[in-house]
């Protein structure tokens, strides 16, 4: 009689088809629930975090331009000088440390300035000279390959060199547009953009310039 007692009380702590069956079913349906929250939590992270990112691109982009652009100068060689230019393009009295765009209302896809090259301005220097061909140099902000990049001229007596470097890579394609309001406020707009599959996210970021190098 014990024995039997005993065995059927190891029999009572098995578990049955039928409440496997429950169980499985349940850790099925809780399991699914919880991959299908944890996924549409991710897609919202990566979405949000694309978005941010285009953000970040656009303010480094005219962080970047803006920075320098301020610091800009006229070059006063006269085979690089030029002068800013009212809506109808004529020429004003002031010289203007932007090529391009120069005339007000005129609207590029780059921008084009002189500054003056840190390796060689010097005024304190003897005989100084500032129309030599070596005090300035040109740098160009443009798109290559749907990418921002600048692009540095410098001089010397014999010879003229350039420097390309790029600006954004973490962006698929960005758009610039350049604006001349007045002789010394140009207006910068900055549109970053990715592509993921059909999803496009894109960053839009407009400010105004005033040029301080006149």
Request: aromatic residues 8%.
């Amino acid at each position: 009689m014990i024995a039997v007692a005993q065995k059927n009380r190891k029999r009572s702590k098995a578990f049955s088809l039928a409440e496997l069956t429950v169980v499985i079913a349940l850790f099925g349906l809780f399991s699914t629930t919880a991959l299908s929250a944890l996924n549409l939590t991710l897609k919202y992270w990566s979405r949000v975090s694309n978005q941010v990112e285009m953000n970040a691109m656009c303010r480094m982009v005219c962080s970047t331009i803006a920075k320098e652009l301020r610091q800009a100068m006229p070059d006063q060689n006269t085979a690089r000088a030029v002068y800013a230019q009212n809506s109808n393009g004529i020429n004003t009295t002031q010289l203007s440390a932007v090529h391009v765009p120069r005339r007000v209302g005129q609207v590029t896809d780059y921008i084009t300035f002189s500054e003056a090259n840190p390796n060689t301005f010097d005024p304190s220097e003897n005989n100084w000279d500032a129309t030599g061909i070596d005090k300035y140099r040109i740098v160009t902000y443009k798109i290559e390959s749907n990418q921002l990049v600048r692009e540095m001229t410098t001089y010397d007596a014999s010879s003229e060199s350039h420097v390309v470097s790029a600006i954004t890579a973490a962006a698929d394609n960005v758009i610039l547009r350049v604006t001349c309001k007045s002789a010394a406020v140009y207006e910068l707009k900055v549109t970053c953009q990715r592509f993921i599959g059909s999803q496009t996210y894109e960053a839009t970021l407009t400010t105004d310039i005033i040029v301080l190098g006149k």
